[in-house]
């Protein structure tokens, strides 16, 4: 049996808010005990909305930040572990896609120079003729005109500048990509190119792919596998289809009542799903249980 | 109730100037909730601030036209004037709460000023009335959160309280602006329910402003398409989704995913990118992006005109013919 690229296990990450006037700042649990594994050349969709801890989750899988507790193994290794210099040859394995190309990219550095900047980082650049070709080659990969290295970010549009951020992250030929709400910010005509261009540079680098987002239907197009995320755990996970036809979790039910259909027939005899997460607890001994072809619930102790 | 008749917008950008609003002309019947579809540059948020007097001049300026509510041109009247419309007989609300209330002032006194400046009532009868309002879009213990601040509200709940305020002088047309796109999905999905209840109740007309195709067909009657400032296609939202006669329409709609993906399969993309405003291309400003545009399309704009074989009001600017386009399609 092939062994995961990426094994994420019981990750923990808390944030204390400030101290009150009588001590003791909130605690809010933002990563509760996670764990998942990537297979190579999968695309796992980690999905959630605001609070969820799904971008969080992206960021400590990445080492932008360091977990409280809990462990990810990149092909074999546990990075938790590691210095920070011992880790770095990973860095290079693993890249991350943010959801605001431009807070992403340097507004006085040409798009050609943001996207060789790994190389050089890496020491793998060579010449600078060779580093022109390298960039090149990337931006032909993304779609995009190699004279158009010479630009400034503001030059382009948002769609550009994801594909910009795009070659930047493939430039080291990483096997894994964290791609944080990608495409959220796009246009809608833009978004579809983007999701397109993910599917080629799986097929054609055999990229593992993260995909966090909460647009529930490219999630449903894209990943082989999902994981909900509601209050820093996962509530619901399993292969795509089996989630969405038979979504057991009530918070996942709800969530997928709420999608927009594009078909006014459809969305106008439709019955969204309450669900108040404000008031929502775990059940005491929450654990997540197998129903059946890795499709996992989460479900209190039994009685 | 409202009918608008070769608006023109422009905006100015270090030193050049560019039209951003093309004789726009629609008209929206009262009762009716008109869905407004763009993206980038369509114009869809710029023409909505000229409407209500809230386009920034400079950069914007309105180079002309007229935009009848109720007999007045919103387009010639005097900010006072605007300024009694907006929040009394027209709602307004937007995308971002948070930049839309007053941080400083409690969600009772924010709810509670229109009501003493268009209604005349008093303080006291305000904050009552502010409580009910509250209630009605369903937030609950109301009476003990009028005090507090709007940072003591959540995301969803904010939209709620701007909703309140829009709503609390009972307008006839409610202008809505991307009102649930900052939202998470699931509180979307309440708002949606919530507005299109309070539309029943209080008989509201509504322009929804949105990128999202989804919620227009939930809670539009009509759907309005705008690319680069001007009206692609607009008609009855099950004429459209049925048998979109625009490309840009027919791309969107194909675009989105629709179940799992089939193998090996890709999403069908519309390809190139949003229109730039400042370097229009002559006619058409989709041709550039349209497979089936036509040697005219690149030479002259087209006008809409009445589809023909669909319902009445369903209307297309195209100088092609789409069902035919796609049936000699490969």
Request: charged content about 20%; aromatic content about 6%; proline content about 8%.
């Given at each position: 049996?092939?062994?995961?690229?990426?094994?994420?296990?019981?990750?923990?990450?808390?944030?204390?808010?400030?101290?009150?006037?009588?001590?003791?700042?909130?605690?809010?649990?933002?990563?509760?005990?996670?764990?998942?594994?990537?297979?190579?050349?999968?695309?796992?969709?980690?999905?959630?909305?605001?609070?969820?801890?799904?971008?969080?989750?992206?960021?400590?899988?990445?080492?932008?930040?360091?977990?409280?507790?809990?462990?990810?193994?990149?092909?074999?290794?546990?990075?938790?572990?590691?210095?920070?210099?011992?880790?770095?040859?990973?860095?290079?394995?693993?890249?991350?896609?943010?959801?605001?190309?431009?807070?992403?990219?340097?507004?006085?550095?040409?798009?050609?120079?943001?996207?060789?900047?790994?190389?050089?980082?890496?020491?793998?650049?060579?010449?600078?003729?060779?580093?022109?070709?390298?960039?090149?080659?990337?931006?032909?990969?993304?779609?995009?005109?190699?004279?158009?290295?010479?630009?400034?970010?503001?030059?382009?549009?948002?769609?550009?500048?994801?594909?910009?951020?795009?070659?930047?992250?493939?430039?080291?030929?990483?096997?894994?990509?964290?791609?944080?709400?990608?495409?959220t910010a796009l246009d809608v005509s833009i978004q579809a190119q983007i999701v397109n261009l993910f599917q080629d540079l799986q097929e054609s680098m055999g990229l593992a792919l993260l995909f966090i987002a909460h647009d529930l239907s490219m999630v449903r197009?894209?990943?082989?596998?999902?994981?909900?995320?509601?209050?820093?755990?996962?509530?619901?996970?399993?292969?795509?289809?089996?989630?969405?036809?038979?979504?057991?979790?009530?918070?996942?039910?709800?969530?997928?009542?709420?999608?927009?259909?594009?078909?006014?027939?459809?969305?106008?005899?439709?019955?969204?799903?309450?669900?108040?997460?404000?008031?929502?607890?775990?059940?005491?001994?929450?654990?997540?249980?197998?129903?059946?072809?890795?499709?996992?619930?989460?479900?209190?102790?039994?009685? | 109730?409202?009918?608008?008749?070769?608006?023109?917008?422009?905006?100015?950008?270090?030193?050049?100037?560019?039209?951003?609003?093309?004789?726009?002309?629609?008209?929206?019947?009262?009762?009716?909730?008109?869905?407004?579809?763009?993206?980038?540059?369509?114009?869809?948020?710029?023409?909505?601030?000229?409407?209500?007097?809230?386009?920034?001049?400079?950069?914007?300026?309105?180079?002309?036209?007229?935009?009848?509510?109720?007999?007045?041109?919103?387009?010639?009247?005097?900010?006072?004037?605007?300024?009694?419309?907006?929040?009394?007989?027209?709602?307004?609300?937007?995308?971002?709460?948070?930049?839309?209330?007053?941080?400083?002032?409690?969600?009772?006194?924010?709810?509670?000023?229109?009501?003493?400046?268009?209604?005349?009532?008093?303080?006291?009868?305000?904050?009552?009335?502010?409580?009910?309002?509250?209630?009605?879009?369903?937030?609950?213990?109301?009476?003990?959160?009028?005090?507090?601040?709007?940072?003591?509200?959540?995301?969803?709940?904010?939209?709620?309280?701007?909703?309140?305020?829009?709503?609390?002088?009972?307008?006839?047309?409610?202008?809505?602006?991307?009102?649930?796109?900052?939202?998470?999905?699931?509180?979307?999905?309440?708002?949606?329910?919530?507005?299109?209840?309070?539309?029943?109740?209080?008989?509201?007309?509504?322009?929804?402003?949105?990128?999202?195709?989804?919620?227009?067909?939930?809670?539009?009657?009509?759907?309005?398409?705008?690319?680069?400032?001007?009206?692609?296609?607009?008609?009855?939202?099950?004429?459209?989704?049925?048998?979109?006669?625009?490309?840009?329409?027919?791309?969107?709609?194909?675009?989105?995913?629709?179940?799992?993906?089939?193998?090996?399969?890709?999403?069908?993309?519309?390809?190139?990118?949003?229109?730039?405003?400042?370097?229009?291309?002559?006619?058409?400003?989709?041709?550039?992006?349209?497979?089936?545009?036509?040697?005219?399309?690149?030479?002259?704009?087209?006008?809409?005109?009445?589809?023909?074989?669909?319902?009445?009001?369903?209307?297309?600017?195209?100088?092609?013919?789409?069902?035919?386009?796609?049936?000699?399609?490969?």
């Amino acid at each position: 049996m092939t062994e995961p690229l990426l094994r994420v296990e019981d990750l923990r990450r808390t944030y204390r808010g400030r101290a009150g006037l009588f001590g003791g700042g909130l605690v809010t649990r933002a990563v509760n005990g996670v764990s998942f594994d990537v297979m190579p050349g999968e695309t796992l969709g980690l999905v959630g909305e605001s609070g969820s801890g799904k971008s969080t989750t992206g960021r400590l899988v990445m080492g932008l930040e360091e977990p409280d507790d809990g462990r990810v193994v990149f092909d074999g290794t546990d990075l938790t572990a590691l210095s920070s210099a011992r880790r770095k040859p990973f860095r290079r394995r693993m890249q991350i896609v943010f959801q605001d190309p431009y807070a992403a990219l340097n507004p006085r550095m040409r798009v050609g120079d943001f996207v060789a900047e790994p190389l050089v980082v890496h020491g793998i650049a060579g010449s600078a003729a060779e580093r022109r070709e390298a960039v090149a080659g990337l931006f032909r990969t993304v779609g995009l005109d190699p004279a158009f290295m010479q630009r400034f970010p503001h030059e382009f549009s948002g769609g550009q500048r994801q594909r910009i951020g795009i070659a930047r992250a493939i430039a080291l030929r990483p096997q894994f990509l964290v791609a944080d709400e990608p495409i959220t910010a796009l246009d809608v005509s833009i978004q579809a190119q983007i999701v397109n261009l993910f599917q080629d540079l799986q097929e054609s680098m055999g990229l593992a792919l993260l995909f966090i987002a909460h647009d529930l239907s490219m999630v449903r197009y894209l990943c082989t596998r999902v994981a909900v995320m509601l209050k820093g755990r996962i509530v619901e996970t399993g292969p795509t289809a089996a989630v969405f036809q038979d979504a057991r979790h009530p918070y996942t039910q709800a969530l997928l009542s709420a999608v927009p259909i594009p078909d006014p027939l459809r969305e106008r005899g439709r019955r969204r799903l309450p669900f108040d997460a404000g008031a929502f607890d775990f059940p005491p001994g929450a654990a997540l249980r197998d129903i059946g072809g890795g499709h996992l619930v989460l479900e209190g102790a039994s009685r | 109730m409202l009918e608008i008749s070769d608006l023109a917008v422009g905006f100015s950008r270090e030193g050049r100037f560019a039209r951003v609003i093309h004789d726009l002309s629609y008209s929206v019947e009262r009762g009716e909730t008109l869905g407004i579809v763009g993206e980038s540059g369509s114009g869809k948020s710029v023409h909505a601030l000229a409407l209500l007097g809230l386009l920034p001049q400079p950069p914007g300026k309105v180079l002309g036209g007229r935009a009848l509510f109720e007999g007045e041109d919103l387009l010639a009247l005097p900010e006072s004037r605007l300024r009694d419309l907006r929040g009394g007989r027209i709602g307004v609300v937007f995308q971002d709460p948070m930049t839309a209330l007053n941080p400083v002032l409690t969600i009772g006194r924010q709810i509670a000023e229109p009501l003493i400046r268009h209604k005349g009532l008093s303080m006291r009868q305000a904050l009552d009335r502010a409580a009910e309002l509250l209630d009605l879009v369903g937030i609950r213990d109301a009476r003990r959160r009028l005090p507090q601040f709007p940072h003591e509200f959540s995301g969803g709940m904010r939209q709620r309280v701007m909703i309140a305020i829009a709503i609390s002088c009972e307008p006839a047309l409610l202008i809505a602006d991307e009102p649930t796109t900052a939202l998470d999905v699931t509180v979307q999905g309440q708002i949606l329910d919530l507005m299109a209840g309070l539309r029943e109740r209080l008989g509201m007309t509504m322009i929804w402003i949105t990128h999202d195709m989804g919620v227009v067909a939930g809670i539009a009657d009509t759907i309005q398409v705008m690319y680069a400032g001007r009206i692609m296609e607009r008609g009855p939202v099950e004429a459209v989704f049925a048998s979109p006669r625009s490309a840009y329409t027919w791309g969107l709609l194909q675009s989105l995913p629709h179940g799992a993906h089939p193998p090996g399969g890709r999403l069908r993309q519309i390809p190139g990118q949003p229109p730039d405003m400042f370097n229009l291309p002559p006619g058409d400003p989709f041709a550039p992006r349209n497979p089936f545009a036509t040697e005219r399309c690149f030479k002259e704009a087209p006008p809409l005109r009445q589809v023909p074989g669909s319902v009445p009001g369903h209307v297309v600017a195209a100088w092609y013919d789409l069902p035919a386009a796609l049936q000699a399609a490969p």
